[in-house]
Structures are given as structure tokens and as C-alpha cells.
């Protein structure tokens, strides 16, 4: 797998993990709280779940990848914490394959 691969691959993966997050936040949290139905935090959370930890071996693959510094990661990692935080970071990622495929002249 080339960089530029594995960095779009992080980039899909982070945007369904936000949307995701997103889903789990302002649907199934609220569902489970407010309108006592706590099998749409399971369903949504679980999702969520899987997909943050597909999302972390894909960062570690692109970062191996990329030759990423340890803070370009933890950048990465800790936007993936925060709500919409998937998505103010896609730029720089989208950036960041088009660097990696100008490196590799590909």
C-alpha cells in the first residue's frame, strides 16, 4: 500500500467515524436519556466503537506510511476525539495525500 492510499483510506474512515460520533451525540445519547431507549446508544455506540479503532490502525498504517511525526498523528487522533473534529482536519489531510503522492512521483 503506497502512502498517498493509506492516507485516504484514513480520510473516508474519519469522516464515518465523525459522522458516526455525530450520530451517537445528537441522536442516540438523547433517545436513550430522554425518551428511555438505551438500545440506540448500544446499536450507535458500538458502530462508533469499531470504527475508532479501524480509524486508529489506519492512522498508525499512515503514519508508518507517511513517515508521519508523532505530533502530526497525535494531531490527527485528537480531532477524531472531538465533535466536527474529522472534519475541520480532512483538508490538511487531502494536503497531506497530495504531498505524499508528489514524494513518491507516482
Known amino acids: 500500500m503506497k502512502a498517498k492510499d493509506a492516507i485516504h483510506r484514513l480520510r473516508v474512515i474519519g469522516l464515518i467515524e465523525g459522522i458516526s460520533f455525530l450520530l451517537l451525540m445528537g441522536i ?3 433517545l436513550k436519556y ?3 431507549m438505551p438500545m440506540a446508544v448500544k446499536v ?3 458502530a462508533h466503537g469499531v470504527l475508532f479503532i ?4 489506519l492512522l498508525l498504517v499512515a503514519m508508518i506510511l507517511a513517515r508521519w511525526s ?3 498523528g497525535a494531531l490527527f487522533f ?7 473534529g ?5 483538508k490538511r489531510l487531502r494536503v497531506y495525500a497530495d504531498e505524499a503522492e ?3 512521483g507516482a
Open 28 to 30: 442516540a445519547m438523547p
Open 34 to 36: 430522554i425518551w428511555d
Open 44 to 46: 450507535v455506540g458500538w
Open 54 to 57: 479501524g480509524f486508529c490502525i
Open 70 to 72: 508523532f505530533a502530526r
Open 78 to 84: 485528537v480531532a477524531a476525539l472531538i465533535p466536527f
Open 86 to 90: 474529522p472534519f475541520l482536519v480532512d
Open 102 to 104: 508528489a514524494a513518491t
